[in-house]
């Protein structure tokens, strides 16, 4: 068995829709013996996590499944072992950084 790394991406619609399009991206840990199987099974998970429900508004937001964007293998697991990785590249790097310390500030982990 292998183990692998499978980003999920859903669509997020409330009410009618009428709002900036907005797309939740998942990363799952499956665990499978070929990239097809991971694949199909990071599709099934994909599909089975699909909800809708009601929010404090009333209006109904719906999880949309679109699809498996990525998979990737991992090697041996262990403590450190990169799962995922995305190059950001951006006109304001101070902006960047300060974001990156302003998001690790809120973890309530720094001192």
């Not at 499978?32 to 929010?55: P, R, T, V």
Request: glycine share 6%.
């Amino acid at each position: 068995m292998n183990w692998y790394v499978a980003k999920l991406v859903f669509r997020v619609i409330s009410g009618d829709g009428n709002h900036h399009a907005q797309f939740d991206e998942q990363l799952r840990l499956i665990n499978a013996d070929s990239e097809h199987i991971a694949f199909e099974k990071a599709s099934h998970i994909g599909h089975a996590n699909q909800d809708s429900f009601l929010n404090n508004n009333k209006q109904t937001v719906q999880w949309q499944f679109i699809d498996v964007a990525e998979l990737n293998q991992l090697g041996e697991l262990k403590d450190g072992t990169e799962l995922y990785y995305n190059i950001h590249e951006t006109h304001d790097a101070d902006l960047y950084i300060a974001w990156a310390h302003h998001k690790s500030a809120l973890l309530g982990m720094k001192n």
